[in-house]
Antibody, heavy 120, light 110 residues
């Protein structure tokens, strides 16, 4: 069975940093695009970042560009999101999800999410 | 990276057919056949219901269908059921190689 398990969320002060992890299992991790999506409390979904298979390409939402860095370790089937210069508006549940194997932009499998709270 | 436009809420009675629209631009919805739809119940992760405009993942009821015309995509429910009550989000690939979601639509089953 495919599983995605996020970790690393928590409370951090504005300007601080946090690194989220996503442990993947049950599929050939290296072959799939992986993404991060967030959802602020009571708000809708927002795509944050994606990394293509074999880390060929990385893309970011304008709202996080220059502050967040996505990476993957195909040897350990892990996805990461390094978040720097955090702001109150980054407060959200962060989901990792498996994108397509090849072209497209859909996410069939999702983790349960990890909550990031940015507050002083 | 402006969000796709969805109605904030829709409602219908059991057995009724309803449609949720998702309007973008030629840089996203209109430019690619990569529109997907997600269902989200409170406190849960999103669930993929439709991908590539009109394809259904295995296990998703055929009461759900997707379509697209120009810059507007649609999700149609035929035969609304109580368990369909949830939030629904559309998503599209964009010319910037990014993804964009709609603002979400709350479906209420009366």
């Amino acid at each position: 069975d495919v599983q995605l398990v996020e970790s690393g969320g928590g409370l951090v002060k504005p300007g601080g940093s946090l690194r989220l992890s996503c442990a993947a299992s049950g599929f050939t991790f290296s072959s799939y695009t992986m993404i991060w999506v967030r959802q602020a409390p009571g708000k809708g979904l927002e795509w944050v970042s994606s990394v293509s298979s074999y880390s060929t390409s990385k893309y970011y939402a304008d709202s996080v560009k220059g502050r967040f860095t996505i990476s993957r370790d195909d040897a350990t089937n892990s996805l990461y999101l390094q978040m720097n210069s955090l702001r109150a508006e980054d407060t959200a549940v962060y989901f990792c999800a498996r994108g397509p194997n090849g072209s497209g932009s859909h996410a069939y499998y999702w983790g349960q999410g990890t909550l990031v709270t940015v507050s002083s | 990276q402006s969000a796709l436009t969805q109605p904030a809420s829709v409602s219908g009675s059991p057995g009724q057919s309803i449609t949720i629209s998702c309007t973008g631009t030629s840089s996203d919805v209109g430019g690619y056949n990569y529109v997907s739809w997600y269902q989200q119940h409170p406190g849960k992760a999103p669930k993929l219901m439709i991908f590539d405009v009109s394809k259904r993942p295995s296990g998703v009821s055929d009461r759900f269908s997707g379509s697209k015309s120009g810059n507007t995509a649609s999700l149609t429910f035929s035969g609304l059921q109580a368990e369909d009550e949830a939030d629904y989000y559309c998503s599209s690939f964009t010319t910037s190689n990014t993804w964009v979601f709609g603002g979400g639509t709350r479906l209420t089953v009366l």
